[in-house]
């Protein structure tokens, strides 16, 4: 039995040259949902490779073998790079507390690179059941200066883990990025059952890459909402250009649009006084500054390439 009408899937997977399609309307078409695609040969994808995440036309379709075709690309939201995953809408930046230890310098550059991708970030602490509710609070207190409402979770209590699941049910396409050892696997392992990615202790993480690295998949958890699972991937904070930095950084762009601040210059970094109107007085502004200096000289290295 074939249908030739042309149907708008999500690439959930990727073979060699076989995509996985989910449709997302599944009128008329019964309990089918998931279509192993071929891209059309007439079209010349060459230079517009298909990603996990793209949205596709699908034709084709033969409900018998679950088989379809690829028409054509709906223009994309976004793209990750490694792993390459397409139309993210919200990004969850992971981190422990402790084991290992919470390094806020690595915080905000992952912060920040989440940010540049123009999409909903979120800030999740992980393994809360190792410090005092004190220091929990303080830390979240820290991070509402830094301009976010950070996600407490323990293991140990999964009231905090039903309302992220909760919240990640409402989203459309979210995904956990941090570094290795927070416990990114061991929350996807929760939201899908029966994924049971492996996880492991961060001193054994440390001495080898224990992970096989299989493909990046996007896993529905309700309708028409997805979660990435990003097996074997470290995931590295992305370098952005320093003249989109000031935009990066709530605590800078509040400033400009809620208080209306002008700088003399207009594209001002906010390094200098002179002129510059920007309230410095925030606990980041140090890391900002870094962070320029850091992209300043990156970029004259690359200009001398
Ligand atoms: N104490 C504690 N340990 C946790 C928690 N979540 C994960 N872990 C442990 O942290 C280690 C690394 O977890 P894993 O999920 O592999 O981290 P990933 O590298 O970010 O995927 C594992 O030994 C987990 O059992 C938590 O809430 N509390
Ligand atoms: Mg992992
Ligand atoms: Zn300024």
């Given amino acids: 039995m074939k ?31 998931k279509f192993l695609c071929k891209v059309r040969k007439s079209i010349n994808f060459k230079d517009q490779l298909i990603y996990v995440g793209d949205e596709v036309w699908i034709e084709n379709i033969d409900l018998l073998s679950k088989r379809a075709v690829i028409k054509s690309i709906k223009k994309r939201k976004n793209l990750l790079v490694r792993p390459s995953v397409a139309n993210i809408s919200n990004i969850y930046i992971t981190f422990s507390v402790d084991e290992p230890e919470l390094n806020l310098s690595q915080v905000n550059r992952f912060l920040i690179s989440a940010e540049s991708m123009g999409v909903e970030v979120s800030l999740v602490l992980t393994k809360c059941d190792l410090i005092s509710d004190k220091r929990r609070f303080s830390l979240v207190d820290k991070f509402e200066r830094w301009g976010y409402q950070a996600i407490t979770l323990n293991l140990k209590k999964s009231h905090y883990f039903n309302n992220l699941l909760a919240e990640l049910k409402q989203k459309e396409c979210s995904i956990f990025m941090g570094p290795s050892g927070v416990g990114k696997t061991t929350l996807l392992n929760m939201i ?113 390439d």
């Fill in 3 to 33: 249908n030739n009408n042309k149907h708008l899937g999500l690439v959930t997977k990727k073979f060699n040259n076989f995509f996985l399609v989910d449709l997302k309307n599944q009128e008329n078409l019964g309990d089918s949902q």
């Fill in 192 to 304: 899908i059952p029966g994924l049971q990615n492996s996880t492991a202790p961060v001193s054994h993480k440390i001495k080898r890459g224990k992970n096989t690295t299989r493909n990046v998949e996007l896993f529905s958890i309700s309708n028409q909402s997805f979660i990435v699972d990003t097996p074997g991937f470290n995931m590295q904070p992305l370098k952005v250009d320093m003249r989109l930095l000031p935009n990066l950084y709530p605590e800078i762009y509040k400033q400009v649009v809620d208080e209306g601040i002008r700088c003399k210059f207009r594209n001002c970094l906010h390094l200098n006084d002179e002129g510059c109107n920007l309230n410095k007085s925030f606990e980041r502004y140090f890391f900002y500054k870094e962070m320029i200096e850091s992209t300043k000289s990156h970029y004259y290295q690359n200009q001398e």
